[in-house]
Each structure stands twice: as structure tokens, then as C-alpha cells.
T-cell receptor, first 107, second 115 residues
């Protein structure tokens, strides 16, 4: 059974600092998704990573995929309060989700 | 851009009644749709995969007779929660896969409260 593991599950960041969220999965997959969820809302698509070595950046967020290591990372640069949310990764096969990383950015 | 709608967005029902939730892909065709359930402060749990014109594939532990899924067209899937109980209260989210792009789009979710 496919397992998707995210860490950390909780992340309290200071504004202006950098940090990385990790997403490991147990079965070969060539496509990985990152989503953002605000409280009470559905999911907002952030990135779709389609192949090994893929790197995508949008604003202060950058995502990468290493299919050989079965690892994706979501890097946050110079965090700002607006980034406070829960972030999920999901693997293409069955679209299974990680547990989510609840990110809080403090001034 | 591609949009997935869900209806209703919120529903309150009495225990023992049935509730139908619709998921529509508005400007693309979706051969596959997914239904998720999310409890507060938890991740999304995949309930079933719905393929147009065929029976849904349910995840282990999800009662197919309780959660009826119908994917009658390339733009519509429905989830019916039959004989709802308070423990069925949750946030139900559908997603649809654009069969041409292969991209997954999520609906806004339906919040169900069973009294």
C-alpha cells in the first residue's frame, strides 16, 4: 500500500526565515502535487511536479522532485504571515495525501 | 481555468436521512473523479475512485452501500450518504482529473452536519 509521509507535521516559523517541508512516498510515481489549505477551505493547487529533477518556483515557494529517492521538498524562503496554512503533498498513484504540515508564521 | 464545483456547499440533515452531493467539472471532461473525506485538523482520506461509466473503487474500510457513488457522465459524479449518522459529519471534497492534461482539480468541498 502506498504511504506518503510528510514532515514536519507542525512548523512554527519566524518571518524572514527559510525552511523546508519534506514529502516521502513508498511507491514509484512520476507525478507529485503540492497543495495549500486554509482553515475551512478546500485545496489550492500550488505545484505539479511531473518528472525526476523537476523544480518549480512561485513567489516564496519552491518545490522539487527526486523520483529516485521518492522525495519531494517544498522550500519556503523568507516566510511571511500570509504563508500560514496547511500544506499537503499528494502522490499521483491513487492521489494519496500526506498528513499535512501545519505552518504558522510568526512576526 | 479549470473549475470543479460541488453542491451543496453546506448541508444539515437529520440522522437516518440520505444526502446527495454533486461534483461537476465545469470546463473539462473527467474520466476519473475522487471523493475524499476530511475530519477537523486531519488530512484528506480517499474514500473512493469514480470512473465514468463503471463502478467506483472503494478504499478499504469505506462502506460502498453507505456511500453510493455514481459517475454517470464525463462531467458529473455524485456521492450519496445513505442513512446518515452523526459520525458521518465531515468535510467532503471531490476532485476531477482532466483526461487530456492529467491534472487534478479540487472542488470547494461540502460540509455535512448530521444531527
Amino acid at each position: 500500500e502506498l504511504k506518503v509521509e510528510q514532515n514536519p507535521l507542525f512548523l512554527s516559523m519566524q518571518e524572514g526565515k527559510n525552511y523546508t517541508i519534506y514529502c516521502n512516498y513508498s511507491t514509484t510515481s512520476d507525478r507529485l502535487y503540492w497543495y495549500r489549505q486554509d482553515p475551512g477551505k478546500s485545496l489550492e493547487s500550488l505545484f505539479v511536479l511531473l518528472s525526476n529533477g523537476a523544480v518549480k518556483q512561485e513567489g516564496r515557494l519552491m518545490a522539487s522532485l527526486d523520483t529516485k529517492a521518492r522525495l519531494s521538498t517544498l522550500h519556503i524562503t523568507a516566510a511571511v504571515h500570509d504563508l500560514s496554512a496547511t500544506y499537503f503533498c499528494a502522490v499521483e498513484i491513487d492521489m494519496r495525501f500526506g498528513a499535512g504540515t501545519r505552518l504558522t508564521v510568526k512576526p | 481555468g479549470a473549475v470543479v464545483s460541488q453542491h451543496p456547499s453546506r448541508v444539515i440533515c437529520k440522522s437516518g436521512t440520505s444526502v446527495k452531493i454533486e461534483c461537476r467539472s465545469l470546463d473539462f471532461q473527467a474520466t476519473t473523479m475522487f471523493w475524499y473525506r476530511q475530519f477537523p485538523k486531519q488530512s484528506l482520506m480517499l474514500m473512493a475512485t469514480s470512473n465514468e461509466g463503471s463502478k467506483a473503487t472503494y478504499e478499504q474500510g469505506v462502506e460502498k452501500d453507505k456511500f453510493l457513488i455514481n459517475h454517470a457522465s464525463l462531467t458529473l459524479s455524485t456521492l450519496t450518504v445513505t442513512s446518515a449518522h452523526p459520525e458521518d459529519s465531515s468535510f467532503y471534497i471531490c476532485s476531477a482529473r482532466d483526461w487530456i492534461e492529467g491534472t487534478q482539480y479540487f472542488g470547494p468541498g461540502t460540509r455535512l452536519l448530521v444531527l
